[in-house]
C-alpha cells in the first residue's frame, strides 16, 4: 500500500479555466475528505465521502466545485471558471470510518496556482 | 462555532532546546485532540491524539496532555533536533459531527538550528 495519492502535484492555470484533482486513498479506507490550506493556514474542511455517497460539504465549496467518488473508490475534485482566490493546496484524505478522526491518512496534496 | 488557536510563528530553536507550542481549543461537548506535523513537501501526518480530558497523547518525543480546565492542548519535546523542523499543525475533531471533520489551527512553523 502506497497511502494516499494525488495528482497531480502542481497546477498552473489561467482564471476562468476549469481544473481537476484526483485522489487515490487506501484501499480499504470508506472515507474520503478534500481539505483546502491557503498559504499560512490550517487545513480547512470541504466535503466528505463515506463510500461513494457525499455526506457533507462545507459552505466553503461553492457553485464552482463538484467533488464525485463514483465507484466508492477514487475521488475527483473538479473547479469550473477557476479564479484567483481558488489558489491553495488541495489536500485528500482517507479513513477507516470508525476512528472519528484519528485514522485518517493525508496525501501529499495539489497545489492550484491560478494566474 | 468550534475552533483551534495556535501561538503565533515562526519559532525559532537551537537544537537540544526545550520547545512548547501553544494550543487553545472552543468546542461544544468533548472533542479528540491532534497534532498533526507537515514536512516540506510533504503531506500532513498524525504525530499524537488524546481522545478524553487528561490523556496524554506521546510520540517521538513529543507530548501533549489534554486539558479540559483550561481548554488547551499544548505541544511539548524536551530536546529538539534539525529534523523536527516542520509546521505543526493543532486540530480537533468535532464532537458534534459523526463525519469526523478536523478543524484545524493555522500553524506554526519550527525551525531548529545546529
Known amino acids: 500500500d502506497t497511502g494516499v495519492s494525488q495528482d497531480p502535484r502542481h497546477k498552473i492555470t489561467k482564471r476562468g479555466q476549469n481544473v481537476t484533482f484526483r485522489c487515490d486513498p487506501i484501499s480499504e479506507h470508506n472515507r474520503l475528505y478534500w481539505y483546502r490550506q491557503t498559504l499560512g493556514q490550517g487545513p480547512e474542511f470541504l466535503t466528505y465521502f463515506q463510500n461513494e455517497a457525499q455526506l457533507e460539504k462545507s459552505r466553503l465549496l461553492s457553485d464552482r466545485f463538484s467533488a464525485e467518488r463514483p465507484k466508492g473508490s477514487f475521488s475527483t475534485l473538479e473547479i469550473q471558471r477557476t479564479e484567483q482566490g481558488d489558489s491553495a493546496m488541495y489536500l485528500c484524505a482517507s479513513g477507516v470510518g470508525t476512528l472519528k478522526g484519528y485514522g485518517y491518512t493525508f496525501g501529499s496534496g495539489t497545489r492550484l496556482t491560478v494566474v | 462555532g468550534n475552533s483551534v488557536t495556535q501561538m503565533e510563528g515562526p519559532v525559532t530553536l537551537s537544537e537540544e532546546a526545550f520547545l512548547t507550542i501553544n494550543c487553545t481549543y472552543t468546542?461544544?461537548?468533548?472533542?479528540?485532540l491532534f497534532w498533526y506535523v507537515q514536512y516540506p513537501g510533504e503531506g500532513l501526518q498524525l504525530l499524537l491524539k488524546?481522545?478524553?480530558?487528561?490523556d496524554k497523547g506521546s510520540n517521538k518525543g513529543f507530548e501533549a496532555t489534554y486539558r479540559k480546565e483550561t481548554t488547551s492542548f499544548h505541544l511539548e519535546k524536551g530536546s529538539v533536533q534539525v529534523s523536527d523542523s516542520a509546521v505543526y499543525f493543532c486540530a480537533l475533531s468535532d464532537p458534534g459531527n459523526q463525519g469526523g471533520k478536523l478543524i484545524f489551527g493555522q500553524g506554526t512553523e519550527l525551525s531548529v538550528k545546529p
Open positions: 488524546a481522545t478524553k480530558a487528561d
Open positions: 468546542a461544544t461537548g468533548y472533542p479528540s
